[in-house]
Nanobody, 115 residues
Framework: VQLQASGGGLVQPGGSLRLSCAAS????????MAWYRQAPGKQRESVAT???????NYVDSVKGRFTISRDSAKKTVYLQMNDLMPEDTAVYYC??????????WGQGTLVTVSS
């Protein structure tokens, strides 16, 4: 199983980006999909999670600005990021967890918020 993340880039403060992450290969029932990020010199943190029942959870710093969604048929998770701020600059990683609690990671996509 491979996860391919895309959609990162350079954006000005206040701008928007949409990240995508698609899984290829056979993956047992996906129970949760998530986005993490790691800023320079900081630990990786969970940004947003969505379960198979569409329950979502966000880190406080992105609530009201980011939206996680999924397309199970396409084995894809999205992260719509609005009103981006310089402190959102990080490498963003997608993560899938299946019902056997195996987890899979994407390669990361860089988001830079700067004027």
């Amino acid at each position: 199983v491979q996860l391919q993340a895309s959609g990162g880039g350079l954006v000005q403060p206040g701008g928007s980006l949409r990240l995508s992450c698609a899984a290829s290969g056979s993956i047992f029932r996906i129970s949760a999909m998530a986005w993490y990020r790691q800023a320079p010199g900081k630990q990786r943190e969970s940004v947003a999670t969505i379960t198979s029942g569409d329950s979502t959870n966000y880190v406080d710093s992105v609530k009201g600005r980011f939206t996680i969604s999924r397309d199970s048929a396409k084995k894809t998770v999205y992260l719509q990021m609005n009103d981006l701020m310089p402190e959102d600059t990080a490498v963003y990683y997608c993560n899938f967890v299946d019902s056997r609690r195996s987890d899979y990671w994407g390669q990361g996509t860089l988001v830079t918020v700067s004027s």
